[in-house]
């Protein structure tokens, strides 16, 4: 276990519920550093979902389906990408910077490629959020509970449209193990 | 090209695809530092958990355990739909397992959690009436609708209950909770694709 992971357990051990404020000091330094995790994890699916569908763009109507995809998890992630941007400077702190480019893991000249890109940017996403949850209260949590949603959502579409069946294609606790 | 950082296997690398996409991994890695996670420890969490907590993770393992039974029930009556039946089972089973992990305090009964003692739908699961009581099989496109309404409601109100409890619930015990909304959320999106394919007007779970 990292010694980032072991603060995390204990902050979260005494994280307040929900409902309350964040206070200042270990849980404040946590939050921004989960908002900061999420908006990363973010970035990098807009830049992949915009690289899958501008390389499913050319490849006609067989491609519709999964463009339409990657469409709708650019916009998704551009909405949450500016809402943990105020999130992170509503706490006095700087948020993550885009970078100027993500290598992937793999070229998305295909429909099957471009889907597995979606998916694997949605399940860091999901991993992001669902980790943030556990420092996070109030409003912030919210946007990490609904942000998982979406991600596990968005990522089970881009599985199933790339033809796996429902029992490789659901996960029994997104963003978990 | 800079090679990923050399950290030892985590789940967020073999998500990422590991080893192959370096940058993509450099910034899960970077998620991997600043994960928490769920699992259980020999002080585990669920020692000091408050009674609200408890309470919640109770019920959300009394809610998969209703879905146990409820899609259990519908695979024996639907044998064309049983793979998917199934494999939606497995998922309660593993969030049955997970919350009992986590929090033991929670975990169900040997009577409750038995998936064919017939044990009462949590409070806020809807009652899946044809799936959990019908035993004969029945492939027809209308008793798929039934069935499948009544399943999709059932994950939307576990899904939603889930969804208000992670927003309670102290910081040890969300990223679980949460986890079972995204779970029902997204089952609810799976079920409301076969609703449309056995021809459920758009709209009609609910």
Known sequence: MSGGTRRRRAIAAAAPSGGERATPGLDQAAAIEALNAMLAACHAAIYVSAAAGGALAPLGPDAAAAQALARSAWLAHRELRDSLVAAVEAHGAQPSPALPAYRISLTPVSVAGALRLLAEAEEACAAAAH?????????????????????????????????????????????SA | ??????????????LAGLGSSLAFVSLVGTLVAGCSTTEPTATGPGADLPASDVAAARAAATRAGALVTAYRAAAVRHPSLRPLFDSLRAHHEVAVTTIAAQVPAAAPTSASASPTSGAAPAAGTATTGSATTATSMDDSPAAHRTTLTDLHNAEQTASDTAHTDSLRVTGALAPLLASLYAAGGARVDLLGGYLAQAGAPAGAPR
């Open chain 1, 131 to 175: 980790d943030a949850t556990a420092v996070l209260t109030a409003d912030t949590r919210r946007m990490a509970v609904d942000a998982l949603g979406g991600a596990a959502i968005r990522a089970q579409r881009a599985r199933l449209a790339a033809g796996l069946p429902p029992a490789t294609a659901t996960r029994a606790l997104p963003g």
């Open chain 2, 1 to 14: 090209m800079d090679p990923a950082p050399h950290t030892s296997a985590t789940r967020r690398q073999i």
